[in-house]
């Protein structure tokens, strides 16, 4: 059974900075492209970030030049440093991952919150 364990959300002020991390374990595939979904109360799930195994990355608008996605093949762990957290940023963060078969695995959710 493939695990994808989150760590590192929280409780952060407005224009504060938290790194999100994401392992994938038990994987008898190579992991293709990884990436970081969010939740807000209400909304849909959206992508925020995503990065291939050869490191190409794409951004969604509302975070580029704050956010930076990147990933440790040896690991399979994929990170999200972000900065200059705004209150809009608040939502339940998921990590994703796409195995060569084509597989779609999720993390359990890490919740962020931003306060103004």
């Known amino acids: 059974q493939v695990q994808l364990v989150e760590s590192g959300g929280g409780l952060v002020q407005a224009g504060g900075s938290l790194r999100l991390s994401c392992a994938v374990s038990?994987?008898?595939?190579?992991?293709?492209?990884m990436g970081w979904y969010r939740q807000a109360p209400g909304k849909q799930r959206d992508l925020v970030a995503s990065i291939t195994s050869g490191g190409s990355t794409n951004y969604a608008d509302s975070v580029k030049g704050r956010f930076t996605i990147s990933r440790d093949n040896a690991k399979n762990t994929v990170y999200l440093q972000m900065n200059s957290l705004k209150p809009e940023d608040t939502a339940v963060y998921y990590c994703?991952?796409?195995?060569?078969?084509?597989?779609?695995?999720w993390g359990q959710g890490t919740q962020v919150t931003v306060s103004s």
């Open positions: 994703n991952a796409i195995a060569s078969l084509g597989t779609n695995y």
């Open positions: 038990r994987s008898r595939f190579s992991i293709n492209t």
